[in-house]
T-cell receptor
């Protein structure tokens, strides 16, 4: 099953970069790192994913360490609307489906004015 | 942009009622999923479908059934609602070729069973 460790909560000032860490020391070589977020009372939202190289899209950047045991999601200029729970996912559940996403508990990010 | 819509945001039903939750996606995705989300338990997969008329059980299928008659629509059915099915229900669809891991979610239906 997924073994990710994220801080329970973090604060970030509006306009500053938010750096959300995730430890995934048991990740295997062909497993991707996925990040989702869930704003209160909404469905989860896909943010970004990567395998080895750093990735960037219009929402965020993903930095994966060379040994792949940890990663950091970076929101370069956090806004109040980025307040959400952020989930780092590195493995699908070993369920009947093989498709389920284990969201874990995530990091609750609070962006303050 | 991918759009996944769910028929209701809030629903109140009585014990024993048959409940239908509808989900529609507009991006021609083959894979669709139904989850429930409960405090402290995260998201749990109920059922998923990888094609029209095809379905697979997830981790907690008991008390639920699904229907996929058209590619864009995936319905979750509570045959006889019970109070322990009070939850947030989330539908998702996925991009082909990602093994289902890049999923786009609807806004959720918060169901209260009295």
């Amino acid at each position: 099953d997924a073994k990710t460790t994220q801080p329970t909560s973090m604060d970030c000032a509006e306009g500053r970069a938010a750096n959300l860490p995730c430890n995934h020391s048991t990740i295997s070589g062909n497993e991707y790192v996925y990040w989702y977020r869930q704003i209160h009372s909404q469905g989860p939202q896909y943010i970004i994913h990567g395998l080895k190289n750093n990735e960037t899209n219009e929402m965020a950047s993903l930095i994966i360490t060379e040994d792949r045991k940890s990663s950091t999601l970076i929101l370069p200029h956090a806004t109040l609307r980025d307040t959400a729970v952020y989930y780092c996912i590195v493995r699908v559940l070993n369920s009947n489906s093989g498709y389920a996403l284990n969201f874990g508990k995530g990091t609750s990010l609070l962006v303050t004015p | 942009d991918v759009k996944v819509t769910q028929s209701s945001r809030y629903l109140v039903k009585r014990t024993g009622e048959k409940v239908f939750l509808e989900c529609v996606q507009d991006m021609d995705h083959e894979n669709m999923f139904w989850y429930r989300q409960d405090p402290g338990l995260g998201l749990r997969l109920i059922y998923f479908s990888y094609d029209v008329k095809m379905k697979e059980k997830g981790d907690i299928p008991e008390g639920y059934s699904v229907s996929r008659e058209k590619k864009e629509r995936f319905s979750l059915i509570l045959e006889s609602a019970s109070t322990n099915q009070t939850s947030m229900y989330l539908c998702a669809s996925s991009i082909p070729g990602t093994g289902g891991r890049v999923q786009y979610f609807g806004p959720g239906t918060r169901l209260l069973v009295l």
